[in-house]
Nanobody, 126 residues
Framework: QVQLVESGGGLVQAGGSLRLSCAASGRTFSRNTMGWFRQAPGKEREFVAAISWSGISRLYADSVKGRFTISRDNAKNTVYLQMSSLKPEDTAVYYC???????????????????WGQGTQVTVSS
């Protein structure tokens, strides 16, 4: 079992930056592929980014590529999402997630993941 707790959300103006953190506890964190999803009101949960257990492989949604950076510190059992050049359409609840599956495929699908945090709200004002 892995427990995930997100932090770092808040209100920011368009063009600003935020860094989300996700603290993991429980079974071995360093072997899990980790990801971030987001869900805006009335919309489905959508993939944002994923990072392999080593941190070498990363995947981003086209909508955030070049603006967001996912990283992890296995010594601290923490994964980060650095968000820059934020836009009002980035407004959503952001969820940290982890998968037991060691394969790199299918990472954009929510059902790939086994563990989810409670979410943190990010609001970008125009």
């Amino acid at each position: 079992q892995v427990q995930l707790v997100e932090s770092g959300g808040g209100l920011v103006q368009a063009g600003g930056s935020l860094r989300l953190s996700c603290a993991a506890s429980g079974r071995t964190f360093s072997r899990n592929t980790m990801g971030w999803f987001r869900q805006a009101p009335g919309k489905e949960r959508e993939f944002v980014a994923a990072i392999s257990w080593s941190g070498i492989s990363r995947l981003y949604a086209d909508s955030v590529k070049g603006r967001f950076t996912i990283s992890r510190d296995n010594a601290k059992n923490t994964v980060y999402l650095q968000m820059s050049s934020l836009k009002p359409e980035d407004t959503a609840v952001y969820y940290c997630t982890a998968t037991k599956d060691t394969g790199w495929g299918g990472l954009v699908a929510p059902n790939k993941y086994d563990y989810w945090g409670q979410g943190t709200q990010v609001t970008v004002s125009s």
